[in-house]
């Protein structure tokens, strides 16, 4: 367990200083009352010290729990919830400042992906990798849409491309998001495998999909088909958007003219292989099929959780229950 203030633990040295106030108290209100009954008054019996000291000993315990609480008390407690992942995979490469989809190839696949994430149902985390010709991935998947708006928002063309490395960095990212899933929980994981698992039917995994924002034009390893096969093998599909125009456009790079165009088909076949579906950029169903299959499943992950309102509602129920009992038994508190 840990505290958000644990400063505040030092009230905890308040108690002891109570206790030994209360009992210099008691001592004196016993000492009154054997002046005024007499001194043959006898020592109470079992069951009246048990009712003396019950309720003191209740409201000690509320004043511990109430200190703890004032601390702010935080436990790691696994959580099962529904859970489905979203990977955006946006080409970066130089290619993607072509201005055949006007403003730019760049800012069109910038608006996609923004819409893609703010129609994010419950219970689906997105995550983003930004490739060129290497794969970089930018941000975990999760549930904030502010910070994947924002890593979205920050993208811009560079080098290369490499839709393979792109494919497989999403794939890794994914991996390592179910890592954080307890094995045999809630969950169908088992830990990491020995060796590489045999290959499963296309789109399985219903819980995940890798969405694919690109013009689909290659010029580095690895094979983005041999990448779309590894993602097949893992159950995972991939929907495709082409971004760009089959008449392509022109680009200057760096003193080079360089003439850039949509390749529907590469885009279309990493689909097809994977169970997934290509859209263009200007196909409004091409969000929907994103999240129309997708199934979130039950995992369970261990968070951080303030506890604070569980300790104060104990601490007061102790307090509550030693005022009652010592008001019942004696007519007064302690």
Known sequence: MTFASPQ???????????IVAAG??????????????????????????VRSALPGALLVTGFVVLAIAVARPHANVALPRPEGTVMLTFDVSGSMA???LPPTRMD????IASTIVQR???GVVVGLVAFSDAGIAVHAPTSDQADILAAIQRLVPARGTSVGQGLLSALDAIEKAKEDTPADVYSNRSGAPAETLPPVDP???????????????NNERPDPIAMAQEAADRGIRIVTIGIGSAAGADLDLDGFKVHTQLDEATLTQIA??????????DDPDGVEAI???????????????EVTSLFAAVGLALLVVGGALSLAWSGRLP
């Open 24 to 49: 210099r108290i008691e001592t004196r209100r016993r000492a009154r009352a054997a002046a005024l009954l007499g001194a043959g008054t006898s020592a109470p019996g079992g069951r009246r010290r």
């Open 203 to 217: 789109a399985s995994d219903a819980s995940t999909v890798i969405v694919l924002l690109s013009d689909g034009e």
């Open 291 to 305: 999240y129309q299959d997708l199934q979130p499943k039950l995992v369970v992950r261990t968070e951080p959780l």
């Open 120 to 122: 994010q149902p419950p």
């Open 8 to 18: 505040l633990l030092l009230l905890l040295l308040l108690v002891p200083l109570g």
């Open 108 to 111: 069109t696949a910038r608006t």
């Open 272 to 281: 097809k292989m994977t169970g997934g579906s290509y859209h263009a950029a």
């Open 98 to 100: 072509a201005t055949d």
